[in-house]
């Protein structure tokens, strides 16, 4: 195999790799997307990258000593295993229908503007006729498009160190 094929080859296995175990690794971990506009992008992204991926893999199975039959065959193996993968993910998508969001901040530390004690709801969209699931939070941001959350009881907060957030509506 010639040497830029590869690399192409390697990069994409260890991208397809990343790609796989992303959600995984997203479950293990407290941070949370801050948004669902960024999850959304992430979401995209992965959906993209890795049919994109298991095509660059054909850099690294296509030999220059093989018949044309046997380029076709890898080749059309290639795509139909794309497709699937495709499929598998456009199924996957329904499964993740429900989503926490962020219905207002509530309140914000005056001595650390990165947390903030958050009201969220639970909610499925238009497939849930229930009423939202609530949930109050405290969630530090490490990023604008990272958080932890933490639960808090905002009747035993200091008020003098978290300050009301205006409620925008109004």
């Known amino acids: 195999m010639q040497q830029p094929y590869k690399t192409i080859f390697w990069i994409a ?4 790799a990343l790609l796989f175990l992303a959600p995984l690794l997203s479950e293990l971990s407290p941070l949370q997307f801050a948004t669902s506009n960024d999850k959304d992008a992430w979401e995209t992204f992965r959906y993209i990258g890795i049919p994109v991926c298991l095509l660059l893999t054909l850099s690294g199975t296509v030999r220059k000593h093989d018949s044309a039959g046997i380029v076709l065959a890898k080749f059309a193996g290639t795509v139909i295993i794309t497709v ?5 993910m456009a199924m996957a998508s329904f499964g993740d229908m429900c989503a926490w969001y962020t219905e207002k901040i509530l309140f914000e530390n005056k001595n650390d503007r990165s947390q903030k ?3 969220r709801n639970f909610g499925c969209g238009a497939t849930d006729s229930s009423s939202p699931l609530l949930q109050v939070v405290k969630a530090t941001y490490y990023t604008s498009h990272f958080f932890h959350l933490t639960p808090i009881d905002t009747t035993k907060i200091d008020r003098t160190v978290w300050l009301p957030v205006p409620d925008k509506s109004e």
């Open 13 to 16: 296995v260890i991208l397809l």
């Open 84 to 88: 699937f993968v495709l499929y598998l």
């Open 117 to 119: 004690i958050l009201l």
